[in-house]
């Protein structure tokens, strides 16, 4: 069905902590070196919260940031979506939080939680609402403080993560605008969703002394089985959305994919025959912030004007769940 209303990302903001942790401040604390993290994911520093920061108020700098670009107030906004796997709370949601620091309320306002794909999926509802005629300007946020989750036991994984937030304002298009998101492809598979979990904190297994013992409060994940099922399903939904709009892949001029391991970046690419100088790559800088990683990247280019009027972009993500999705669009 053919949507009432086109929509455009309208502006888009970034926020990461201030405190910098490099390999070198990583070697001290764990059995790693520099060489072997680079080598293995291609990331140098990551940002890390302070100690009275949570994903709100990330998410309420991002958000800020997102409504100056778009030259909105937070009073012109008909929603808030949360991506986020790290909320300030189990409940209330964190899209709540966050609308009561941005000063409004009597609109919807909810949480989603997709891993790393949270922000390519909050994108897609946020879509569909302004698609319908309901809304005309949503809010969409990808935040996580994953430094929470970390199991310091696990060298394998506690050099990947970093703290941060990315925020984009979705709004009507009027007509003969050129700026437009063009489609949107999600996608699950639940089979593989023990592979990346955080086991514990849940009705499945609750908080006691035990699981805490047990570190079954921070993250665990198989990065090589992983690692496969990330180039899988994201070049299967890349190819996808590029056949549904009868596209080649030379045709866009920008791949911005989750920035979880650079590997995956750099093999993603060849699959998929796309001239790596067209890959937006952060992760050398923030390492995986989970589902802000996309819009991180997305404000980057965006500042400094890699990307410009009337790009093509392909937004492609994958996450716990296991879920993929991607977002193509004409900037």
């Not at 709540?96 to 891993?115: E, H, N, Q, V």
């Not at 302004?130 to 005309?136: D, F, L, P, V």
Request: charged residues 25%; positive net charge.
């Amino acid at each position: 069905m053919n949507p009432l209303y086109d929509a455009k990302i309208a502006g888009t903001g970034k926020y990461v902590p201030k405190k910098i942790v490099n390999n070198l401040d990583l070697e001290k604390k764990l059995d790693t070196s520099d060489e072997w993290i680079r080598t293995r994911t291609g990331m140098w520093e990551r940002r890390y919260k302070s100690e009275d920061e949570a994903s709100s108020d990330l998410a309420y700098e991002a958000a800020l940031r997102a409504l100056e670009a778009a030259n909105l107030k937070a009073k012109d906004l008909d929603m808030v979506v949360v991506g986020t796997i790290s909320p300030d709370h189990s409940f209330p949601s964190t899209a709540c939080i966050l609308s009561k620091k941005l000063g409004i309320k009597d609109i919807p306002a909810f949480d989603l939680s997709a891993g790393c794909s949270g922000f390519i999926y909050a994108t897609s509802v946020a879509l569909q609402f302004i698609s319908t005629g309901n809304y005309k300007n949503v809010l969409v946020v990808g935040v996580e403080i994953l430094t929470t989750l970390i199991n310091w036991q696990d060298r394998g994984t506690a050099v990947l993560f970093g703290d941060g937030a990315g925020a984009a304002i979705l709004t009507r298009t009027e007509r003969n605008d050129v700026s437009k998101i063009l489609d949107s492809d999600l996608s699950s598979d639940g089979t593989f969703g023990e592979l990346l979990i955080q086991e514990a904190g849940g009705s499945r297994c609750p908080a006691s002394i035990e699981s805490v013992k047990n570190n079954k409060h921070t993250l665990y994940m198989e990065g090589n089985k992983i690692f496969k099922l990330a180039v899988r399903s994201m070049q299967a939904s890349c190819e996808k959305i590029l056949k549904r709009n009868n596209l080649d892949i030379k045709k866009i001029d920008w791949l911005i994919p989750h920035q979880a391991n650079f590997r995956i970046i750099e093999t993603l690419g060849k699959k998929l025959h796309i001239d790596s100088g067209k890959v937006i790559v952060t992760i050398d800088k923030y390492a995986n912030t989970s589902s802000s990683t996309i819009p991180i990247a997305l404000d980057e280019a965006i500042k400094s004007k890699k990307i410009r009027k009337g790009d093509l972009v392909l937004l492609v993500a994958f996450g716990a769940g296991l879920t993929s999705g991607s977002i193509l669009l004409r900037f």
